[in-house]
């Protein structure tokens, strides 16, 4: 069955230290995407990519960074740059943005 | 700034019952309207989109008000298994860039 995965499913981080998120898709959608998702708040793009070796920030890009190598693969990596980096972080993949977007089941990243 | 409004609830509704709740949206502009649906530390999932005509799919209904710029959704005969929160989203095109969530509204069906 076509979906989309992230891995891990929770992830602890020690202050200063890059984490890296994984998120991988067999949908074969074009555009993938990176969204935060605090409680209580709406979900806040942080990156996105429309095509390979592409992408563009988003509205809270800073203390992120991410690559596109390959159409099934948006690794988002949170580094020690990033202030407050705890929250529920969903990735999502569409074929087209008016179409809707197939989340994944998220990473819950924690600092400790 | 693009807003896009919901009322967060909680809504406590007796199971069995009709409820409705709307979400506001600011940019005049906007072109596409869906109604997502996450459960408690899940995913969001697609519920349905927002035609002009108004649409139904089994016991939902969302409908659109360019004019007064909000979207309802609309649950009727309410089973426990709705409880979740419902986010509105608004596209106002340009890509990622356009597509604006709201806080959600969350539903609480009550035995």
């Known amino acids: 069955d076509g979906g989309i995965t992230q891995s891990p499913k929770y992830l602890f981080r020690k202050e200063g230290q890059n984490v890296t998120l994984s998120c991988e898709q067999n949908l074969n959608h074009d555009a993938m995407y990176w969204y935060r998702q605090d409680p209580g708040q709406g979900l806040r793009l942080i990156y996105y990519s429309q095509i390979v070796n592409d992408f563009q920030k988003g509205d809270i890009a800073e203390g992120y960074s991410v690559s596109r190598e390959k159409k099934e693969s948006f690794p988002l990596t949170v580094t020690s740059a990033q202030k407050n980096p705890t929250a529920f972080y969903l990735c999502a993949s569409s074929s087209d943005t008016i179409a809707g977007y197939t989340f994944g089941s998220g990473t819950r990243l924690t600092v400790v | 700034r693009k807003e896009v409004e919901q009322d967060p609830g909680p809504f406590n509704v007796p199971e069995g019952a009709t409820v409705a709740f709307n979400c506001t949206y600011s940019n005049s502009a906007s072109q596409s309207f869906f109604w997502y649906r996450q459960d408690c530390r899940k995913e969001p999932k697609l519920l349905m989109s927002?035609?002009?005509s108004g649409n139904e799919d089994g016991r939902f209904t969302a409908q659109l008000n360019r004019a007064s710029q909000y979207i309802s959704l609309l649950i009727r005969d309410s089973k426990l298994s709705d409880s979740a929160t419902y986010l509105c989203v608004v596209y106002s095109g340009g890509g990622a860039d356009g597509l604006t969530f709201g806080k959600g509204t969350h539903l609480i069906i009550q035995p």
């Open positions: 927002v035609y002009s």
